[in-house]
């Protein structure tokens, strides 16, 4: 039996950005079923999954952990999650308008295993397309944003979005917290995986103890962006989101290119270097690049990249709708996914031989470590046994020396003397 739509998340996150297009498809008539994995490392994300499923079915939402026996004709990720689901395409979805971390999400290995590709940014789509079919989807996490007037007496509000991990900025900013509240109203809201990771939860605390109001991985973004008079954030996908919004934004990070992938540079690297985004790695110079971020100059320029590069359809999932419908009926270009096939099936040919070369390379080092270490173990025991033999050796030379002394000394002579007359020897 084959179904329309099979799709995958995992948080909150990957959810609103693609379920508006799912609602729409299934209010058309097409079958969606959606899954998430059973268990998740204990680390921290078997409690986002759970808490993601109970969200899910608490809106009367039914969501699978095992493969159903069916073929589905349209797989929705993304990213790889391998949960034996059978489909005949294979399409990623965005839920980050753009990546601020190209070396974490640009493999080469995962990308040709789409059949498309669903961008939000004209730039992605531009440079995704070489390892699949790219196509323009609205961001559907949130309608316009309409900015609320704060009041003139009050202070301006700063969002500070910071990332997860060694690339996060909460610790760099940690002691300036009181800085920023004495001229900014702080309201913060944490990456999922600081949300929810074990290893995360001093940082968490930090945000919490620092920000004038606080909020989690499940709180939607809209309103708080609508609320912001600036945002500050870090190597985080956050970064696009208030580009995207036109608020203005700061970046404060300690190596703005750290994510880079080869040499092909973070995006945010190369709005500093044009001058479209401030940025620091100095908690110094904090308040100076956040007040830097709402003059003229920088807002100016950040609205411009947006406008060229972000892309703003009225009808958010029209063109994510038609995509998907399309492989659903096998309305596609079928030459250029014959030809996409065949460069998929030869890369994982030759990458397949290739890992059984690395394979048996990493068989051999091991090999050849092994023997280095037995070869350790025999020079130690070679070394310890010519210690011994030292120690053999001086004690026979103190041996020779004592029978030496024996020899030369009166008694022997006397007893030598007495076994000679004994024996006839003398007289």
């Not at 508006?20 to 998430?36: A, F, N």
């Not at 971020?293 to 920088?298: D, P, R």
């Not at 399309?326 to 014959?338: F, K, L, S, V």
Request: proline share 3%.
């Amino acid at each position: 039996m084959k179904k329309d739509v099979a799709v995958v998340f995992l948080n909150y996150i990957q959810y609103v950005s693609i379920v508006p297009t799912l609602e729409k498809l299934t209010s058309m008539g097409y079958k969606v079923d959606y899954y998430c994995l059973k268990d998740g490392d204990p680390i921290g994300f078997d409690i986002m999954f759970n808490d993601f499923k109970r969200m899910l079915r608490e809106k009367q939402i039914k969501i699978y952990e095992k493969a159903l026996k069916c073929e589905y004709k349209v797989l929705l990720e993304p990213y790889p999650i391998e949960m034996g689901i059978r489909y005949k395409y294979r399409i990623k979805y965005a839920y980050s308008l753009l990546s601020a971390k190209p070396n974490k999400v640009y493999f080469v290995r995962n990308l040709l295993l789409y059949d498309a590709i669903l961008c939000f940014s004209k730039c992605s789509a531009n440079y995704l397309s070489v390892f699949s079919k790219t196509f323009l989807m609205g961001n559907q996490k949130y309608g316009d944003i309409y900015r609320k007037k704060n009041n003139k007496n009050s202070k301006k509000v700063l969002l500070y979005l910071p990332t997860y991990g060694e690339e996060s900025s909460i610790n760099l900013i940690a002691k300036e917290f009181l800085k920023l509240k004495e001229k900014y109203y702080v309201i913060s809201k944490v990456h999922h995986c600081t949300t929810y990771l074990k290893n995360e939860k001093e940082q968490l605390q930090k945000v919490k103890d620092g920000s004038d109001e606080f909020y989690n991985t499940n709180e939607d973004l809209g309103p708080l962006l609508s609320r912001a008079d600036v945002v500050l954030t870090d190597n985080s996908g956050a970064i696009f989101e208030a580009l995207y919004t036109n608020t203005p934004i700061a970046i404060i990070a300690d190596d703005i290119n750290k994510n880079k992938y080869y040499n092909f540079n973070t995006t945010q690297y190369e709005l500093v270097q044009k001058g479209i985004i401030p940025y620091t790695n100095n908690p110094d110079d904090l308040l100076k690049i956040v007040a830097a971020a709402m003059s003229s100059k920088y807002y100016e320029a950040q609205k411009k990249w947006n406008k060229e590069n972000f892309y703003h359809p009225k009808d958010k999932t029209k063109d994510s709708v038609s995509v998907i419908i399309n492989y659903i009926n096998d309305n596609i270009d079928e030459r250029y996914q014959a030809m996409h096939d065949i460069l998929k099936n030869e890369y994982y040919l030759y990458k397949d031989s290739y890992d059984s070369l690395e394979i048996k390379e990493k068989e051999y080092n091991d090999k050849i470590e092994s023997l280095k270490l037995d070869n350790d173990k025999i020079q130690i025991e070679n070394n310890h046994l010519k210690e011994q033999l030292e120690i053999y050796k001086l004690d026979n030379d103190n041996l020779k020396e004592q029978l030496n002394y024996y020899k030369t000394g009166k008694l022997y002579k006397i007893a030598n003397k007495i076994y000679r007359i004994k024996n006839g020897e003398e007289k």
